[in-house]
């Protein structure tokens, strides 16, 4: 291997492939890059078992291909020397002994390569019938889902979102139990498959950082146990998660005995200040109280002091409500929602209530309320 | 106590009083914020028993001055209250049963009081000679020695600052008994006062982040046990730390057997890259090795790799150096150094060498070398 580039465009694609590197992991392979380059191009590659990334710059974005070749490196040291290195033009070349030489006029680093063979096999093939979804639909699926995803390794189904497709529609489902985040698009092309899978939430925040909101298309390649997003000479890789998702549609009711409009600014900084004066020790707990067109949010801490918030909301009929719930889950589907006014849906103080956008229902954020006595 | 005030004007002096609280005191009085309201104005302060900081509000720029008053309140949630309330008037109210009320027309705060008799009582009265300097040389003195401070508090000393004034010079000099920082400037008002105190580093960090660098005066007001700073409104104590400085003078070198100039921004990148291949464990340890007009900085990870950089310097004779030391300590020196191009003054591998700038010999930073084999 012996190769010149940019230090630009060798930076720009490290930052892709290192997201794929956990240096925590205690298999020295998978803490390397792969670098393999053809006369097409540079591919780099990283996995930790739970994901993997490949990238690919093309040839005519290669200063001079002058033998082709792989090797494995440490990924940590490559990525943090090619990103010190002035932006010029960098030269990287297979030497004796397993090394690489990575130089330009004034700096030289000689550093060890692993085995080519040690590192793991992937399968990055593709399927025949990708789903297609623009790049910023599926970041928006992901912001707007993924923070509802549960931590606890207890019940591993509900650490990952739900990807469903049904009668052409694509449903994204997140839930902890104590709330539940869902997003549904149409999907553009038509398919006659349907699916169900779980992709692991802490890969889809990885997923997440690599794609941009470019206005073009990912590929979704569904496998029995993984599950490939391609987009932009990029590759990413996730395992699924095994297991039965929850039936969730049960969950969300479609009557309400009372709705509010209300300015979703107005809303979210009351419940933001209201939020000072609780703790985690008690799940964040703020009360929301309705007279008539004027809610109240308040909350305390005993030793500490108390708050109370009021805003006005427009009712869809004479009832009214008092609730409790976590600040903190409020606070964060309040931030996935878009639009100027939002409606908040009730059906009684110990029911799940609903956020949504009014004009739109593909979104929808259902909180379970707290018992306070 | 009963007022008006700006949200924007009340928040900027929270900012500073805010830094003298310690959320991690086990006594809940100093985790708090004192409130004087007079009519000259609005005093806040706060202590954690190291520092302590109050800052003033003139009447004329406090909206309404209802009534006057003391009270003691939780600094944390004073804080974030204001920081979160929208920049319109906050109204606050001393109300029955040691309460304050914060409130604007949609919010309303209710925070229990401590008892004013427990906030500690302290001695912030000014002497009559105070010291004067210009602030932004004062951010400057701090800025290039403060790194050099011992983290260890083995030798209390160590972890302070050292302000000496000698024929109207003063000098500061921070020092961990491997590397050595002072710089010195000439006092603007005579005084025939001599001064060697320590200011402990972590109290001169916090000073930092209040300082602005406004071309005005600050005053030092130097007192048995401790120094206040006095600036735009705010009064900033310190505790001075017991003991004698080490007379650091013996340790820095009058003659020179070899100089370099060299461009400051070469030799802070190749040592930065080669730093890369360095670690804790051993010290940061790189080398330097003159050949003629060439310099070549190495280190290297032996399981990891190795690296050279090759830079131009200016020599003031044909005497060749190879000498070790710490990147991490030379790096810091580096960035202290204010010329485009800067001078290393060396002795032998085995004697400190020096940093500072060419035309300007007020600033110093000494490091000692590293004995590799």
Redesign the interface.
């Known amino acids: 291997m012996n190769f010149e580039i940019e230090q630009k465009k060798l930076i720009e694609h490290l930052n892709y492939v290192i997201k794929g590197i956990s240096n925590k992991n205690l298999i020295p392979i998978l803490n390397c890059i792969k670098m393999e380059l053809t006369n097409d191009g540079l591919y780099l590659l990283s996995t930790n078992n739970d994901i993997a990334i490949k990238s690919f710059i093309p040839a005519n974005e290669i200063t001079a291909i002058k033998s082709t070749g792989i090797i494995v490196v440490?990924g940590k040291?490559l990525y943090?020397?090619i990103k010190?290195?002035?932006s010029e033009i960098i030269s990287i070349e297979e030497v004796l002994e397993d090394?690489i030489n990575i130089f330009t006029p004034?700096?030289?680093?000689?550093?060890?390569c692993n085995k080519v063979d040690d590192f793991p096999i992937l399968n990055l093939e593709e399927t025949n019938e990708p789903i297609l979804i623009n790049k910023k639909v599926l970041k928006n699926l992901i912001n707007q889902t993924i923070f509802a995803t549960s931590l606890e390794e207890s019940r591993p189904v509900l650490t990952g979102i739900n990807f469903q497709i049904i009668n052409n529609k694509l449903k994204c489902t997140a839930t902890d139990s104590y709330r539940l985040a869902s997003k549904e698009i149409e999907l553009d092309q038509k398919t006659e498959n349907e699916l169900n899978i779980i992709i692991p939430g802490k890969n889809m925040v990885e997923l997440n950082k690599i794609v941009n909101d470019e206005d073009d298309v990912a590929e979704l390649h569904i496998f029995n146990n993984n599950i490939i997003f391609k987009f932009s000479n990029i590759v990413f890789m996730s395992r699924l998660i095994n297991g039965t998702y929850p039936n969730t549609s049960a969950l969300v009711p479609n009557e309400f005995n009372l709705k509010f409009k209300v300015k979703k600014t107005d809303i979210y900084?009351?419940i933001?200040?209201a939020s000072?004066?609780t703790n985690e020790y008690e799940k964040h707990t703020i009360k929301l109280e309705s007279q008539n067109n004027e809610v109240i949010v308040s909350s305390n801490i005993p030793?500490?002091?108390?708050?109370?918030?009021?805003?006005i909301v427009e009712k869809n009929n004479d009832n009214n409500i008092t609730i409790s719930f976590s600040a903190k889950y409020m606070l964060e589907a309040l931030r996935s929602v878009e639009e100027e006014y939002i409606e908040l849906l009730f059906n009684g103080e110990l029911k799940p209530f609903i956020i949504k956008n009014i004009e739109d229902d593909s979104l929808l954020q259902l909180i379970l309320p707290i018992r306070t006595y």
Chains 1, 2 share one sequence.
């Open positions: 440490y040291y943090e020397i010190k290195l002035p090394k004034k700096s030289s680093f000689y550093l060890n900084n009351s933001d200040r000072l004066l030793e500490i002091g108390k708050v109370e918030e009021r805003l």
